[in-house]
C-alpha cells in the first residue's frame, strides 16, 4: 500500500520567516516527487518535482529529497501572504508517467502578515 | 487557450440519477487521468489513460468508467449516483515519459 505523510497543520509562519513542510512516504520504489499548492476551491497548482536525492531550488522554494530516509521536503523563503495555501506532497511510482499520483493530506500553511 | 479544462464545473443531481463530466486538454499530452477530492480534502488517483488504453483503475466502483474518443479528450460517466460520490473531480494530463502532471480547474459534484 502506497501511503504518503504530511502532518496537516496548520503550519503557521510570520511573513519573512522560512516555512518548512515535510513528507514521508512508505514505498521505495518511488522514483519521482511533486510538490503542489492549492488554493481553497482551486485546483492543484505544480510549483515543485525533484528526482533525485539532495536540493533542488527555484526561485523562492527548494525542495530536498532523501530517498533513503524516505523524506521530501518544501522550503519557501521569505514567506509572502500569498503563500498561504494548502501544499500537496506527492510521488510517482515507477519511472515512466503513466501512473497516478499518490498524494498526502496535504498541509495547510498560513502566512501572518 | 486553457490547459486542461473541464465540463460542468458545478453538477448538482438526485441520487440514482447518471451523469457525465468532459476533460479536455490541448498540451499534446498522451496520458490523461481522473482524481478524486473528497470533503476532507483528500486527492486519491481513480483512473488513467495512455493513448486510449486504460493503465490503471484503483478500487473505483464500476459505476464509474472513463471513455477517451481520442488522446486529447478523457470523460467520465457515473451511473446511478449514490450520495458518497459527492466530490470534487479532477481531470489531469501528462506526458508519457514525463512526470510532472498539470490538472483542470475541477468539477464539483453534488448527489442529493
Known amino acids: 500500500q502506497k501511503e504518503v505523510e504530511q502532518n496537516s497543520g496548520p503550519l503557521s509562519v510570520p511573513e519573512g520567516a522560512i516555512a518548512s513542510l515535510n513528507c514521508t512516504y512508505s514505498?521505495?520504489?518511488?522514483?519521482?516527487f511533486f510538490w503542489y499548492r492549492q488554493y481553497s476551491g482551486k485546483s492543484p497548482e505544480l510549483i515543485m518535482f525533484?528526482?533525485?536525492?539532495g536540493d533542488k531550488e527555484d526561485g523562492r522554494f527548494t525542495a530536498q529529497l532523501n530517498k533513503a530516509s524516505q523524506y521530501v521536503s518544501l522550503l519557501i523563503r521569505d514567506s509572502q501572504p500569498s503563500d498561504s495555501a494548502t501544499y500537496l506532497c506527492?510521488?510517482?511510482?515507477?519511472?515512466?508517467?503513466?501512473?497516478?499520483?499518490?498524494f498526502g493530506k496535504g498541509t495547510h500553511l498560513i502566512i501572518q502578515p | 487557450d486553457t490547459a486542461v479544462s473541464q465540463t460542468p464545473k458545478y453538477l448538482v443531481t438526485q441520487m440514482g440519477n447518471d451523469k457525465s463530466i468532459k476533460c479536455e486538454q490541448n498540451l499534446g499530452h498522451d496520458t490523461m487521468y481522473w482524481y478524486k477530492q473528497d470533503s476532507k480534502k483528500f486527492l486519491k488517483i481513480m483512473f488513467s489513460?495512455?493513448?486510449?488504453?486504460?493503465?490503471i483503475n484503483e478500487t473505483v466502483p464500476n459505476r464509474f468508467s472513463p471513455k477517451s474518443p481520442d488522446k486529447a479528450h478523457l470523460n467520465l460517466h457515473i451511473n446511478s449516483l449514490e450520495l458518497g460520490d459527492s466530490a470534487v473531480y479532477f481531470c489531469a494530463s501528462s506526458q508519457p515519459s514525463g512526470r510532472e502532471q498539470f490538472f483542470g480547474p475541477g468539477t464539483r459534484l453534488t448527489v442529493l
Open positions: 506527492a510521488v510517482n511510482i515507477g519511472g515512466g508517467g503513466a501512473d497516478g499520483l499518490t
Open positions: 525533484i528526482y533525485s536525492n
Open positions: 514505498d521505495r520504489g518511488s522514483q519521482s
Open positions: 489513460y495512455n493513448n486510449k488504453e486504460l493503465i
